[in-house]
């Protein structure tokens, strides 16, 4: 979902792709050991670059959650941003490229001066393989950009998200072990 518009409020916001889909008739799942009765969708599967991408200025989001796309999971360019509860996910068929290409939970463009995040959680499922994201949030380091209670969390399975914001605090190694960044991070 792409926001053009400036002076927008949201509210309730759940952006997904879809990480799984019903069986067919006669389709056997392809990972049983995760769940027998649903096809876990693979990269190549309902592609979505990016969750949602704010360009316009002036935005409020009351609860937000994306979840599973391909690239950036939130994309913000417009000033004076606020967010108040975001929740997301990483995609659980991420491979290789994915970690390569440095994508995030939640990333503020450089140029952006006015921002605030509020209780942030970015969470990882690598389903498919080892693998390390190296921050799960960036934001530009100034005074304007507010990032409030951030955390990360390994929920199962492969790799880990290393730091939780701008490459600073503790990696996400264990599983369902809330990791936050220390007052000196």
């Given at each position: 979902m792409r926001l053009h518009s400036g002076n927008v409020v949201g509210d309730n916001i759940w952006l997904w792709r879809a990480d799984h889909s019903a069986l067919a008739a006669g389709e056997r799942a392809n990972y049983p050991n995760i769940s027998p009765v649903f096809w876990q969708n693979e990269a190549t599967e309902a592609r979505v670059r990016t969750g949602l991408e704010v360009?316009?200025?002036d935005v409020t989001i009351y609860g937000l959650a994306v979840e599973h796309a391909n690239g950036h999971q939130t994309v913000w360019?417009?000033?004076?941003?606020?967010?108040?509860?975001?929740?997301?996910?990483?995609?659980?068929?991420a491979d290789d490229e994915y970690a390569k290409q440095n994508f995030r939970g939640y990333f503020v463009s450089p140029n952006v001066k006015d921002h605030e995040l509020h209780a942030p959680g970015v969470y990882s499922n690598f389903r498919n393989q080892e693998m390390?994201?190296?921050t799960a949030i960036e934001c530009p380091d100034t005074p304007g950009v507010h990032v409030v209670n951030p955390f990360t969390v390994r929920l199962d399975n492969h790799g880990a998200i290393m730091s939780v914001i701008n490459h600073r605090g503790p990696p996400a190694l264990h599983?369902?072990?809330v990791v936050r960044p220390r007052p000196f991070d």
């Open positions: 360009n316009g200025d360019n417009g000033e004076r941003g606020r967010v108040h509860f975001y929740q997301s996910e990483l995609p659980y068929d390390k994201v190296t599983q369902g072990t």
